[in-house]
C-alpha cells in the first residue's frame, strides 16, 4: 500500500504542477491581450499624429503659395503685365483643377488615388468609399489611415479633381471652376 501512495503523491504533485502552469498560461495570454490593445492604442495615436503633421505640413505650404502667388500677381501688376498662374512643385499642394493642368503636379499619394477611381470608371463601376479605396492602394483599413485618405480624397474633391458624393463615395470625374469660390463642401 506504499506504493499506492508514493504514486497517488507523484499524481498529484504533478497535477499541482499542471495546474500551475495552466494559471500562467492563462496570466500570459491575458497580458499578451492587453498588450495588443496597447498597441493597436499606439498605432492609432502615431497615425493621428502622422496626419496632423503632414495636414499642418500642407496648410503652411498652401499659405507660403498663396503668398507667393499675391507677391508675384503684385510685381507683375507693378510691371504692367498680367498675373500669371503659379503651378506648385509636386506635393507641396493640391492645386485647383482646370483644363491643361497635368495630373503629375499631385503628390504621388493623390495620384494614386486618381488612377484608380479613373480604373473603376474605365470599367463601368461607380463611386466607392474611402475605407474601399484605402484597401485597394495598399493602405489598409485602420481607422487613423482610412482617415488620412478620406482626408485627402476630400481635398481632391474640393479641389475639382474629383467627384464627393453625399454618400461620402468618391468618383472619377471633373467639377469645373471648383475650389473656395465654387460652394464646395469640407
Known amino acids: 500500500m506504499t506504493e499506492g501512495c508514493a504514486v497517488a503523491s507523484v499524481l498529484g504533485m504533478l497535477e499541482e504542477r499542471e495546474a500551475a502552469a495552466r494559471v500562467r498560461v492563462e496570466g500570459l495570454r491575458e497580458e499578451v491581450a492587453r498588450l495588443a490593445e496597447v498597441l493597436e492604442a499606439a498605432e492609432i ?8 503633421r503632414e495636414e499642418l505640413v500642407e496648410a503652411l505650404a498652401v499659405s507660403a503659395a498663396e503668398s507667393t502667388a ?17 503651378v ?21 499619394d493623390y495620384q494614386r488615388i486618381l488612377g484608380m477611381l479613373e480604373k473603376r470608371r474605365s470599367a463601368g463601376e461607380g463611386p466607392v468609399k474611402a475605407r474601399e479605396i484605402a484597401g485597394e492602394l495598399g493602405f489598409g483599413t485602420m481607422p487613423a489611415k482610412v482617415e488620412g485618405l478620406r482626408s485627402k480624397a476630400r481635398r481632391l474633391a474640393e479641389r475639382g479633381w474629383l467627384l464627393a458624393e453625399a454618400s461620402g463615395a468618391f468618383s472619377a470625374g471633373r467639377r469645373p471652376g471648383a ?7 469640407g
Not at 495615436?45 to 496632423?52: G, H, Y
Not at 475650389?179 to 463642401?185: E, K, L, Q, R, W
Open 88 to 108: 506648385p512643385l509636386p506635393g507641396s499642394v493640391v492645386p485647383t483643377w482646370r483644363d491643361g493642368l497635368p495630373v503629375t503636379v499631385l503628390a504621388p
Open 45 to 52: 495615436e502615431l497615425d493621428r499624429r502622422v496626419i496632423a
Open 179 to 185: 475650389g473656395p469660390d465654387a460652394g464646395s463642401s
Open 70 to 86: 499675391v507677391t508675384e500677381a503684385e510685381a507683375e501688376a507693378e510691371a504692367g503685365g498680367t498675373a500669371a498662374s503659379v
